[in-house]
């Protein structure tokens, strides 16, 4: 299947600070990507749709202006948490598809750990 | 109601049983159907598209019901390798001639097969 990176594969940094979270297809054009979190034992939760070149959609109740979504080309986007607290602490997953009929590939996921 | 519903187990099951999985999706409108399957700690994988024919991967048949709004996996002869949280993935919202349109997870059913 397709392939899809997902940089870094785990941080851990200081409340208050802010992480960037890299996406990429690395031999497909993604019109579409997609950002989740995951908490322990629990399925995933879809935070935000982006479509290249334009804002990203955020799901109600995800703070917009907390988790910076940029999906400047086809083949990147990323997810920079702002401000970091502990209860942000989760497993991110980002996700690619080239078009809106097809199945989506996902990068590997970035474990935050706020201390 | 939860857009994508999934009875979330665990299904223990021993080596060579068959086992079934099922779905309900709540949005008439959605387009296209997945099964993921999730290792612990990892990033969810496509297992296979659902087609509105049915079809058929090996061990792994998958049905849909667009009437009753319903997605089956149904796995055969299950290996240990099997073991894992099957996601009901459900494509919809598409949006006129947009390429938005978003993946919506169930919660997921784990999956035990022992030997």
């Known amino acids: 299947g397709a392939v899809v990176s997902q940089h870094p594969s785990w941080v851990i940094c200081k409340s208050g600070t802010s992480v960037k979270i890299e996406c990429r297809s690395l031999?497909?054009?993604?019109?579409?990507m997609f950002w989740y979190r995951q908490f322990p034992k629990q399925s995933l939760m879809l935070m935000a749709t982006?479509?290249?070149?334009?804002?990203?959609?955020?799901e109600q109740g995800v703070e917009k202006d907390k988790f910076l979504i940029n999906h400047a080309s086809l083949t990147l986007s990323t997810l920079t948490v702002t401000s970091a607290h502990p209860e942000d602490s989760s497993f991110y997953i980002c996700?690619?598809?080239?078009?809106?009929?097809?199945?989506?590939?996902f990068g590997q996921g970035t474990r935050l750990t706020v201390v | 109601r939860k857009e994508v519903e999934q009875d979330p187990g665990p299904f223990n099951v021993p080596e060579g049983a068959t086992v079934a999985f099922n779905c309900t999706y709540s949005?008439?409108?959605?387009?296209?159907f997945f099964w993921y399957r999730q290792d612990c700690r990892k990033e969810p994988k496509l297992l296979m598209s659902v087609y509105s024919s049915g079809n058929e991967d090996g061990r792994f048949t998958a049905q849909l019901n667009r009437a009753s709004q319903y997605i089956s996996l149904l796995i055969r002869d299950s290996k240990l390798s099997d073991s894992a949280t099957y996601l009901c993935?459900?494509?919809?919202?598409?949006?006129?001639?947009?390429?938005?349109?978003?993946?919506?997870f169930g919660q997921g059913t784990i999956l035990t097969v022992h030997p």
């Open positions: 949005n008439s409108a959605s387009q296209s």
């Open positions: 996700s690619a598809r080239a078009d809106r009929y097809t199945e989506a590939f």
């Open positions: 982006s479509n290249e070149g334009s804002k990203a959609t955020y």
């Open positions: 993935v459900v494509n919809w919202g598409f949006s006129g001639g947009t390429s938005y349109g978003k993946l919506t």
């Open positions: 031999d497909f054009q993604a019109t579409t």
